[in-house]
T-cell receptor, first 113, second 108 residues
């Protein structure tokens, strides 16, 4: 069966520090991969999606970036965090074709102080 | 981003009542429609999906889709306190896009 791992679960980082969140998927090949951010009391904002290795599309221009170095690995990064980067970050995957559901990782609660 | 609109609520219903959650979307090319439930501090989990116009029932849940009106809804019958959560509507066109969610509270 397929599983998705996302870590860390919680993170407190000072303003201006770098960020690296990692997500891996097991049990499937060539998944679509997504990074979402959810601010407190808000919906899911799509940040990045990827349909294959090295193929990254950005939905929202900001100081975050994403990379997909391997088929089932998706990394969210920042060189310098802002206070506004605080939120709940969720990685998700889906089969190609977008007719099946998106499966979510456990999420990372990021607090920038 | 493509627009997916939901009433943020909060929506409160008594235990045993029917809860009705609504969602509209802007992209007429949207292909698939999903309802997710999210408990506070947790990641979303799928409740139902629907692809075709009409109703789809699964236990206490019924999803309704009207592509002409660009409208999808979720009905929860015999609401239980454990149904208290935020319900997210998701729509796929080129990607998965989520609404802001509707907060539901079921009052015992």
């Amino acid at each position: 069966s397929q599983t998705i791992h996302q870590w860390p679960a919680t993170l407190v980082q000072p303003v201006g520090s770098p960020l690296s969140l990692e997500c891996t998927v097991e049990g499937t090949s060539n998944p679509n991969l997504y990074w979402y951010r959810q601010a407190a009391g808000r919906g899911l904002q799509l940040l990045f999606y990827s349909v294959g290795i090295g193929q990254i599309s950005s939905e929202v221009p900001q100081n975050l970036s994403a990379s997909r170095p391997q088929d089932r690995q998706f990394i969210l990064s920042s060189k310098k965090l802002l206070l506004s980067d605080s939120g709940f970050y969720l990685c998700a995957w889906s089969e190609t074709g977008l007719t099946t559901e998106a499966f979510f990782g456990q999420g990372t609660r990021l607090t920038v102080v | 981003q493509k627009e997916v609109e939901q009433n943020s609520g909060p929506l409160s219903v008594p235990e045993g009542a029917i809860a009705s959650l609504n969602c509209t979307y802007s992209d007429r090319g949207s292909q698939s429609f999903f309802w997710y439930r999210q408990y506070s501090g947790k990641s979303p989990e799928l409740i139902m999906f629907i692809y075709s116009n009409g109703d789809k029932e699964d236990g206490r849940f019924t999803a309704q889709l009207n592509k002409a009106s660009q409208y999808v809804s979720l009905l929860i019958r015999d609401s239980q306190p454990s149904d208290s959560a935020t319900y997210l509507c998701a729509v796929t066109g080129n990607q998965f896009y989520f609404g802001t969610g509707t907060s539901l509270t079921v009052i015992p």
